[in-house]
């Protein structure tokens, strides 16, 4: 582990690993991980290059660029670095992450720019100009609840792509979708989207919104959904119209008449237990809970899963 740590032991090398981690594809072009500081190209060349001789990432050319990932044995440890250590400093000193890493960002409309053009270029279907005003309010909505700027655009990314796939979705054809609505996104919600993401493998789409979303899934519900082995990383995200016109079910838990009623969309109100309110024994007996539910839900909606 000592070449692995010292080789991370530099802040810029810590940012480009957070932002590897955090990507929404798992992995990063060396164009955008330059855009994290304002150094040369040869100089974020060569942190790459020590961050790959120790065995932290993996690179692969493409055409012009290299792409980078994370070495798949190096998660766990990366988690630990950019999550664990991180939350457990700033527990020890609240006031430690003010202005540590938590700055506005710098030049944010041409960095949202960029990230349309990389959205638009995958999408046929919907002008530059919509898509851009997509990535903006998608920035707008997650930028009121987050506590990380750092990983703000890469969570912007992650939930644009959502949206627009909810804006395009012909409801007509293709999977069922199911949208899961809380007040805050940070747990009920969360573990639903999971167990459905899990046991249908793939014959449904679950969402998942917050009429309030939180900063952060609460921890607890994100070790069980760690559990679960399902891809991604979980953030709160807003609810949005579009992504109840997408839906096939909406089902509100605990959120009260918050969703807008679209015609067409199945509604269900499921009384369940607030994670955020019980022991770490209790969260899991919310989830074996949801987990039922789900499996009555999928059993309708598709009974081969």
């Not at 609240?94 to 995958?122: F, N, Y």
């Not at 679950?206 to 990383?233: F, K, N, Q, T, Y």
Request: aromatic share 2%; charged share 25%.
């Amino acid at each position: 582990m000592a070449p692995a740590l010292k080789a991370l032991a530099d802040p810029l090398r810590l940012r480009m690993l957070s932002m590897l981690a955090a990507s929404p594809t798992g992995e990063a072009c060396a164009c955008d991980l330059a855009e994290l500081a304002d150094v040369s190209q040869p100089t974020v060349s060569h942190h790459l290059k020590v961050l790959r001789d120790a065995g932290v990432v993996a690179s692969e050319r493409r055409g012009t660029w290299v792409h980078y990932r994370v070495e798949p044995g190096m998660r766990p440890v990366v988690a630990a670095l950019v999550d664990g250590l991180r939350a457990a400093r700033v527990d020890a000193d609240p006031s430690w992450s003010r202005g540590q890493g938590d700055r506005e960002l710098v030049d944010v409309d041409a960095k949202l720019s960029h990230v349309a053009r990389r959205i638009a270029d995958a999408t046929a279907d919907l002008s530059g100009d919509a898509v851009l005003r997509i990535v903006r309010e998608s920035y707008a909505s997650l930028a009121r609840s987050s506590r990380i700027s750092s990983h703000l655009l890469v969570l912007t990314e992650r939930f644009a792509r959502q949206r627009i796939a909810d804006v395009l979705r012909d409801r007509t054809a293709g999977v069922p979708h199911v949208l899961f609505v809380c007040v805050q996104n940070a747990g009920r919600s969360q573990l639903a989207a999971a167990l459905v993401e899990q046991r249908s493998g793939g014959a449904v789409v679950a969402r998942s919104a917050g009429s309030m979303p939180a900063a952060e899934v609460h921890p607890e519900v994100r070790s069980l959904i760690d559990e679960l082995g399902v891809d991604g990383d979980p953030f709160p995200k807003p609810l949005t119209d579009d992504a109840v016109r997408a839906a096939d079910v909406v089902v509100t838990m605990g959120c009260g008449d918050v969703c807008p009623i679209i015609p067409g969309v199945r509604y269900e109100d499921w009384q369940v237990g607030d994670p955020a309110l019980a022991s770490p024994d209790g969260v899991r007996a919310i989830r074996d809970d949801i987990a039922r539910r789900v499996d009555r839900l999928l059993a309708e909606l598709s009974p081969a899963s």
